[in-house]
Structures are given as structure tokens and as C-alpha cells.
């Protein structure tokens, strides 16, 4: 059964910094990765979508990454705002979909 | 963008009482839907899969005959938890999956509901 795993849990960063977030899943038969954004009790905003034949997908201060061989994905987060506060979600898509256990991130004014 | 809505978005129940939410592609068709709950500060846990004019397929350890789902249209999907209980409370979010085939199948979600069983 595939396992989807995020790190760190949780991340607190000064205004404008430059971050990363890392996820990392077992099973490399994959068809594609989305990350996700959900801001406290609500629904998911999808925020990129890689397909597995794809090596990165870059939308606005948003860059991710996806190594299948190694089983990694990163979401690099550039010029951070207080409005990107909220947890972030990966989620890899085979037969089902499977979802990491989020990273908390919170952007300090 | 493909829009999925939910209804309710919040419901606060009394223990023993059925609720039903239901889970609506607006503007593209849907062959199949996932129902997910999730716990406060974890991550999403796949229920079950809803595929129109079949019965749903359950995860392991979710009860069918507690969460009673029912897919009879190409764009509504509805769950319904039957004779609820204080510790079926809950975030419930449902997906719409479009199937292209392979690496381009994505789903999109709902805004979820917030069920509260007292």
C-alpha cells in the first residue's frame, strides 16, 4: 500500500523567506502528484498538478518538483506572505488516491 | 476550472438521527466520486468510492451499512450516515474524479462539511 509522507509537520517562517516542503511516497507506480492547500476548516485548493511523465510544474510563487526514482516531491514556496499560512497537502494518484499528512506552515509578518 | 460542491456545509445533528450530505459535479460529469473524512489536524482518509449506477467500493474498516452512499447521477454522489453518534463528528469531502486516462486523471474536491453529532 502506497505511504505518503510529508516533512516537516509543521513550519514557521518570517515574511519574504524562500521555503521548501518535501514529500516523499513509497511506491513509485504513480500517475501523477497534486499538492494542495487547506486553510483551517476548509475544503482543498488544488495548487499544482505534475503528471508522472512531468519533472516540475511552476505556478506563480510556486514551484513543484517530482523525482519518481527516488520517490520525492517538493513544493518550493518563493517570497513567503502571510497569506500562504495553512497546511499544505500532497497527494499521489494510482489506482487511488493517497494523501501525505500535511505540513502546517505559518508565515510571520 | 471543474467545480464540485457540497450540501451542507455544516450540520450539527442529535445522536441516533441520520444525515445526508450530498456532493455535486456543476459543470462537468463525474463516472466516479470519493468520499473522504478527516479528523481534526490529520490528513484525509479515503472512505469509500462512489461509481454512478453501481454500489460504492469501501475502505477497510468503514461500516456500509453506517455510511450509506449513493452515486444515481453522473453529477451528484450522496453519503449519508445513518443513526449517527458523537464520534462520527467529523470533516467529510467529497471528490470528483475525471478520468483521462493515466498521468492527466485528476479529481477535484468539495469545500467539505463539518458534521457535529451532539
Known amino acids: 500500500k502506497q505511504e505518503v509522507t510529508q516533512i516537516p509537520a509543521a513550519l514557521s517562517v518570517p515574511e519574504g523567506e524562500n521555503l521548501v516542503l518535501n514529500c516523499s511516497f513509497t511506491?513509485?507506480?504513480?500517475?501523477?502528484l497534486q499538492w494542495f492547500r487547506q486553510d483551517p476548516g476548509k475544503g482543498l485548493t488544488s495548487l499544482l498538478l505534475?503528471?508522472?511523465?512531468?519533472r516540475e510544474q511552476t505556478s506563480g510563487r510556486l514551484n513543484a518538483s517530482l523525482d519518481k526514482s527516488s520517490g520525492r516531491s517538493t513544493l518550493y514556496i518563493a517570497a513567503s506572505q502571510p497569506g500562504d499560512s495553512a497546511t499544505y497537502l500532497c497527494?499521489?494518484?494510482?489506482?487511488?488516491?493517497?494523501f501525505g499528512t500535511g505540513t502546517s506552515l505559518t508565515v510571520i509578518p | 476550472g471543474a467545480v464540485v460542491s457540497q450540501h451542507p456545509s455544516r450540520v450539527i445533528c442529535k445522536s441516533g438521527t441520520s444525515v445526508k450530505i450530498e456532493c455535486r459535479s456543476l459543470?462537468?460529469?463525474?463516472?466516479?466520486m470519493f468520499w473522504y473524512r478527516q479528523f481534526p489536524k490529520q490528513s484525509l482518509m479515503l472512505m469509500a468510492t462512489?461509481?454512478?449506477?453501481?454500489?460504492?467500493?469501501?475502505e477497510q474498516g468503514v461500516e456500509k451499512d453506517k455510511f450509506l452512499i449513493n452515486h444515481a447521477s453522473l453529477t451528484l454522489s450522496t453519503l449519508t450516515v445513518t443513526s449517527a453518534h458523537p464520534e462520527d463528528s467529523s470533516f467529510y469531502i467529497c471528490?470528483?474524479?475525471?478520468?483521462?486516462?493515466?498521468?492527466?486523471?485528476?479529481?477535484?474536491f468539495g469545500p467539505g462539511t463539518r458534521l457535529t453529532v451532539l
Open positions: 505534475i503528471q508522472s511523465s512531468q
Open positions: 462512489s461509481n454512478e449506477g453501481s454500489k460504492a467500493t469501501y
Open positions: 459543470d462537468f460529469q463525474a463516472t466516479t
Open positions: 471528490s470528483a474524479y475525471i478520468r483521462r486516462g493515466g498521468s492527466t486523471d485528476t479529481q477535484y
Open positions: 511506491d513509485s507506480a504513480i500517475y501523477n
Open positions: 497527494a499521489v494518484g494510482g489506482n487511488q488516491f493517497y
